[in-house]
Each structure stands twice: as C-alpha cells, then as structure tokens.
C-alpha cells in the first residue's frame, strides 16, 4: 500500500501509468523497484492488480502476461518466488557440506554462512511469510522478525532432537531444512492463494 490514504485507487493507477512512461520497465520487478526508490509502497496483490487491470485496458503489452493460473507457475515466476528458490538452494548446499564435512577453508566458509543463514534468518522469514502473506511490515520489520522467529524455531528444534537423543550436526541441519523448506513453500502457496483470489474478485467486478 501506498503512504497515501488509501481509498485513492485512481492515483495509484496514475503513478503507476507515469511510472511506466518515465522509466520504461522491462519488467514487473523493475517496476517495483522504481516505485519503492521514489518512497511509493506498493504490495504485490496491489500492484498485480493494476498491472492486469491497465493489460485488460490495452494500456501496455507485457511481453510475458502475468500469470498465476497455477501454483507451479507461480513457484517459477522467480520474481515473486525467489526467497522459496533461495531456501531451497541454501538448505540443499548446508545439507551437503555436513554430510560431506568438507575441510576446505571454502567450503568451510560456506557452510559457517550457510548454516548462520539456516538457523539465523531462513527459518523465520518463512514463518513471517506465512503470518503476513500481503507484505503488511516493512523491510526492517521483516528482517528484526525473521532474526526473532528463527533463534525461536532453532531452539525449538534443538529441544525436539534432544528430547529424542538426535542431537548432532547432520540431524540438526537435515531438520532445519525440512522446516525451512516446507514453510517457505506453505508461504508461497498462501501468496498465491491470495493473488488468485484477488484475480476473482476482479474479474467479478467487470
């Protein structure tokens, strides 16, 4: 949402129309990120809509039409699924690295970032990614929230595997991964849900 109030639908459109002759996007992240410089807040269910809206207006051509007809598509559009994309690649080379226990200064290295990435942040940006699916806090608040929530999931996991006498590295990292994966794809399905719901209610409204 924008900083303005918000029942002025037709400005948002209009900044969006100025945005697009001004800057000439090549894409919807682009043009994301142009309103986001000039201080404009948009979230994504916002802007989607009014892209599609000004596409079903003849307004612009999109070289590759918005779609999120599937939920598969929608883990394939990497500009609205690369954090999930991103989980995934983080956890599958943590994993490896531990199994493997790699004793290059590199590698090490990567599994030190790694790891600090999958027990430190992945896990509760996924969390948050689930508790607010529209994008409701800002970059700061998503990144103080994400640090909060996965200390909580990594000692929550720490208590399971202790509990059950499976405290070591490989279980540890393989449980956090699962976690770290399975919300993050439980977040994007949520954001997608929300996207086609929006759609329909659109569509209904024509």
Do not use: C
């Amino acid at each position: 949402m924008f900083e303005e109030p918000e029942n002025l639908t037709n400005i948002r459109r209009e900044l969006v129309i100025e945005f697009l002759q001004k800057y000439h996007p090549s894409s919807v992240t682009e043009l994301r990120s142009r309103l986001a410089v000039e201080g404009i807040r948009s979230n994504d269910e916002d802007l989607l809509s009014i892209i599609e809206e000004l596409q079903r207006d003849g307004e612009i051509r999109l070289l590759t039409p918005v779609s999120l007809d599937s939920f598969p598509r929608f883990l394939a559009d990497i500009s609205y699924s690369w954090w999930i994309h991103v989980t995934v690649l983080v956890s599958f080379a943590e994993i490896l690295l531990v199994l493997y226990n790699v004793q290059s200064p590199f590698f090490g290295s990567l599994r030190l970032l790694f790891g600090l990435g999958l027990l430190g942040f992945l896990p509760g940006y996924a969390t948050v990614q689930i508790l607010f699916p529209k994008d409701q806090l800002d970059l700061l608040e998503q990144i103080l929230l994400s640090i909060f929530l996965s200390i909580i999931v990594s000692i929550a996991l720490g208590v399971v595997l202790g509990a059950g006498y499976f405290f070591n590295p490989s279980s540890g990292v393989l449980l956090s991964s699962t976690y770290a994966i399975a919300a993050s794809v439980l977040a994007g399905y949520r954001r997608y849900s929300m996207f086609r719901a929006s759609r329909k209610r659109k569509f209904r409204s024509v």
